[in-house]
């Protein structure tokens, strides 16, 4: 793609704003999927938490696309997940919005993992706003008619 190539040019530094709205090459890469050149980004330093003229970061790029390749690199390398843009959006908000579930579901489990780490594993419960942490109700409701099966059983061979 054309605007990759204007990237490769000699002493293009790898966080300068590539174009007008202050994109650096590592948001065009979220933006694009492209997890290889991302990678290639980070491995050069990019700054993984600049922002643009929306208030989005690279994480925020990956998760409009619905690219879990480029969020998993992203998280692997630091990325703030609560980074919200300039409308209040996280992320998972936005990979929500855009309907990316499997995406929205990726980065609320890792929020809340890094949180229960941050919290010293109190118990803290963190506020699930979407309900992507939630246990699938079908799997809520086979394992208590399972329970009750194992009742049964139990109460006919004590003969009651």
């Given at each position: 793609s054309g605007s990759f190539s204007n990237l490769f040019e000699a002493g293009t530094s790898v966080n300068a704003p590539a174009d007008a709205f202050g994109q650096s090459p590592a948001h065009l890469a979220a933006c694009g999927g492209e997890a290889f050149f991302l990678?290639?980004?980070?491995?050069?330093?990019?700054?993984?938490?600049?922002?643009?003229?929306?208030?989005?970061?690279?994480?925020?790029?990956?998760?409009?696309?619905g690219s879990l390749e480029c969020l998993a690199l992203l998280v692997a390398g630091?990325?703030?997940?609560?980074?919200?843009?300039?409308?209040?959006?996280?992320?998972?908000?936005?990979?929500?919005?855009?309907?990316?579930?499997?995406?929205?579901?990726?980065?609320?489990?890792?929020?809340?993992?890094?949180?229960?780490?941050?919290?010293?594993?109190?118990?803290?419960?963190?506020s699930d706003k979407h309900g992507l942490l939630r246990e699938d109700p079908a799997a809520q409701n086979q394992e208590s008619e399972t329970n009750r099966s194992i009742s049964r059983k139990r109460r006919r061979s004590d003969g009651v």
């Open positions: 990678l290639w980004q980070l491995q050069t330093g990019a700054n993984l938490n600049q922002q643009d003229c929306l208030g989005e970061a690279p994480i925020h790029k990956a998760a409009k696309v630091d990325a703030k997940i609560d980074l919200c843009n300039n409308s209040g959006q996280t992320a998972a908000d936005l990979a929500l919005a855009y309907g990316f579930l499997e995406c929205a579901k990726f980065l609320t489990t890792i929020q809340h993992t890094q949180t229960m780490k941050l919290r010293g594993q109190s118990g803290y419960s963190l």
